[in-house]
């Protein structure tokens, strides 16, 4: 009889009842947590703001490097190669601390080098700056500067200025004026675009040889920046100037370094 009772309750109503129970189940779950603490250990509260010292502040500030700059500021040091090595160029890509220079060892024959590369035998090329490079022999760092191509003035002992005539370029009498009239330049498309410009001789092809180009060279890049037009290579052409010239020749490109005369 107890059975029939409970099974003739509609439906309904069983689904309101159990709505009901929840939601005092909620209603009281939600008056605990006003009620009490927050955490079992009552008394909570946010933990005080840390502050640094003045000094420890600076402290901290000078030891953080974001461009990973103290390492190679480090490897700069006044220890400057004795090897015979000449340094006529540099590109270097500070973001990623990678880069190449142009280097020429006792045979005086000019070659490239990246990063990480041997330089002569037990010698790497370990980083790049704007002037100058470091070098690794053995464990120990040294620098080779680009302002070692050019010999210094000797001077007499008594103080006066020497008498003897200066040393000649490494450029063997190069200078800016004759370069200017001497070499010629034409431009080379590809896909509607200045890719490069190609070298032809104005004179007897003297100049040209002088310099160390040939006829038909293609100019790609000056000072490590690639060009567009003559007006990239002859605003370069200036008395005293340092100049890396980079040239596409028989399918490979070739360094060319000229120190013109003041």
């Known amino acids: 009889m107890q059975f029939r009772t409970i099974t003739s309750l509609p439906i309904g109503n069983i689904l309101i009842v159990l709505i009901v129970i929840l939601l005092a189940v909620q209603v009281t779950r939600l008056f605990w947590v006003v009620v009490t603490p927050v955490g079992p250990l009552a008394g909570w509260r946010a933990p005080s703001v840390n502050l640094l010292s003045p000094s420890a502040r600076l402290t901290l500030f000078s030891s953080f490097d974001p461009f990973y700059r103290t390492e190679a500021s ?116 590809e896909g509607g675009r200045v890719t490069g410009l190609v070298l032809k001789a104005q004179d007897d092809g003297t100049m040209l040889k002088l310099a160390g180009f040939q006829a038909g060279d293609v100019v790609v890049a000056v000072n490590g920046r690639p060009v567009s037009s003559a007006t990239d290579v002859i605003a370069q052409f200036r008395p005293g100037a340092r100049i890396s010239v980079e040239v596409e020749r028989g399918g490979s490109k070739v360094p060319i370094a000229l120190i013109l005369e003041q």
């Open 74 to 189: 480090v490897d700069t040091t006044q220890n400057v190669t004795s090897l015979s090595l000449v340094l006529f160029g540099v590109r270097s890509n500070e973001s990623s601390g990678g880069g190449s220079a142009i280097i020429a060892g006792e045979d005086g024959i000019q070659n490239s080098f990246a990063v990480g590369e041997e330089v002569a035998p037990g010698v790497t090329l370990d980083a790049v700056a704007f002037d100058h490079v470091i070098l690794s022999r053995g464990g120990v760092k040294e620098s080779l500067y680009l302002d070692q191509s050019v010999p210094a003035e000797t001077v007499s002992p008594s103080g006066a200025a020497s008498q003897a005539a200066p040393a000649a370029p490494a450029s063997g009498g190069l200078n800016a004026q004759t370069l200017q009239k001497a070499i010629g330049f034409a431009p080379r498309n």
